[in-house]
């Protein structure tokens, strides 16, 4: 990513600018570019350690105060000989007895990583800024993921803090082979992003290409994190609503794709990894498999895979037929034979297909204590009014519903509703040569397209 920065006050590009001896000149400076006075969250405190003027730069509740209160009782405990002559190495050594701690010879880059939460030093003399990182995560504590819930298994998840993420990683592959890389994207955001892989299993091409498009990364702000950050990685048709990059927020599903010589790629403030390559068949892959018998697990793929094809297809195969005037064998031709109603079939299901997707909306945005009756008022109670009304015909709610349920067998979120809008489309493509007379055509060219 192009190394631009942006103007103080909006007068133009930052140059880089180096650390001085001053601590006035370099203090006047960090105040002006982080905005100090203006910004209420911008802490400056300083003071004085064995005579020489000291001053410490932070963001408010970003920093672990306690862990800050220890590293200055420890400056308290200097003597002016210990700052007699101070060179970078020995005020690392002596007087900063922590872990974490680099020092910064450019001004512009260790004000950004105190907009990141570590704390900045800065020391009359000396010509280096001490950066401490005494972060404290704003976190909450992992729990199941809402969309990939097992009976058996880990019930932890990612949280939107990307340390934490990695720690749940390394605690299931304890290889020294894996590697976390770290980079920033988005000039103003400047997340955090980690590009995962176990060095002696993935592809070196697909890791090599993968840092590339990170690196090249040109835009402003990756605040939606992850589905920002996988429309810069992953270029593909608008027009083409499947997915090309699966999403997960269990630890061991992504441990199990590292293994598999996959490439996970994390941003900080999202609990979901992306993982690089996918097939067709990875978005029908459960976490559940993983925990049963071989029996009952392949039972339960091939019933996955036939309600998504359900899914797909039902409502309008069962229009195709219903247009050709076609015969089911024996008790089966019932279903093409549905209520005559003032409303053309086709409508019925365009209409059902836009209640399923309203209803889905109204229980997703909804309060917990309205989902329960909000989806029975909808589901049932609205249904058998319309049915009643001789509005809708019962076959055609009925098949609209079991399409509807085939779409969450898929355990993705994105690949189900890409199956969703693909019905959609076979449906108007259908209807759309039912005016011709060739509803059949118009059925084959909506399964030959994707």
Not at 148 to 173: A, C, Q
Not at 415 to 420: D, E, K, P, Q, V
């Amino acid at each position: 990513m192009p190394t631009i920065k942006y103007g103080v006050h909006g007068k133009g590009p930052v140059k880089p600018r180096e650390v001085s001896d001053s601590l006035d000149e370099n203090l006047r400076w960090v105040k002006r570019y982080l905005g100090y006075k203006e910004s209420f969250d911008i802490l400056v405190r300083e003071f004085e350690v064995a005579g020489r003027r000291c001053a410490m730069v932070a963001v408010d509740s970003f920093i672990d105060s306690t862990v800050l209160t220890l590293i200055m009782r420890q400056l308290e405990s200097l003597t002016v000989k210990d700052l007699e002559h101070p060179t970078m190495n020995g005020l690392l050594n002596r007087a900063l007895p922590y872990v974490e701690v680099s020092p910064v010879s450019e001004l512009d880059s260790a004000a950004d990583q105190v907009l990141a939460g570590p704390a900045a030093l800065l020391v009359d003399g000396v010509s280096h800024v001490v950066v401490v990182d005494v972060r404290k995560y704003p976190d909450r504590n992992p729990s199941e993921p809402s969309v990939e819930r097992v009976l058996r298994g880990p019930h932890d998840g990612f949280v939107e803090t990307m340390v934490f993420n990695t720690i749940l990683i390394r605690r299931r592959l304890r290889d020294p082979n894996l590697r976390i890389e770290s980079q920033e994207v988005g000039r103003r955001s400047k997340s955090d992003v980690a590009l995962m892989y176990i060095k002696d299993i993935a592809d070196d091409r697909l890791v090599r290409l993968v840092r590339e498009r990170l690196k090249a990364i040109d835009g402003d702000a990756m605040t939606m994190s992850e589905k920002a950050l996988q429309e810069w990685l992953l270029k593909k048709p608008w027009w083409n609503p499947f997915p090309n990059g699966k999403f997960t927020e269990r630890p061991d599903v992504a441990a199990e794709h590292l293994t598999e010589g996959h490439v996970l790629v994390m941003i900080d403030t999202s609990p979901n990894a992306l993982i690089l390559p996918v097939t067709f068949f990875s978005f029908l892959q459960s976490a559940e498999e993983y925990h049963e018998d071989v029996m009952i697990g392949t039972y339960l793929k091939w019933v996955r895979f036939f309600g998504v094809a359900v899914s797909w297809v039902l409502p309008p195969l069962w229009y195709m037929l219903l247009s050709m005037h076609a015969h089911l064998p024996g008790k089966l031709d019932i279903l093409l034979k549905p209520t005559t109603t003032s409303i053309p079939i086709f409508w019925q299901l365009v209409g059902l297909e836009i209640g399923v997707d309203l209803l889905r909306l109204a229980l997703t945005f909804s309060p917990d204590p309205l989902t329960q009756s909000m989806g029975f008022f909808g589901a049932i109670l609205l249904g058998n009014v319309a049915i009643k009304a001789g509005l809708i015909d019962s076959e055609a709610m009925v098949l609209v519903a079991v399409a509807a349920v085939g779409t969450f067998t898929a355990p993705d979120i994105d690949f189900g509703m890409a199956i969703r809008l693909m019905r959609a489309f076979l449906l108007v493509l259908t209807g759309a040569f039912t005016l011709v007379a060739l509803p059949w055509l118009g059925f084959a060219l909506g399964l030959a397209v994707p």
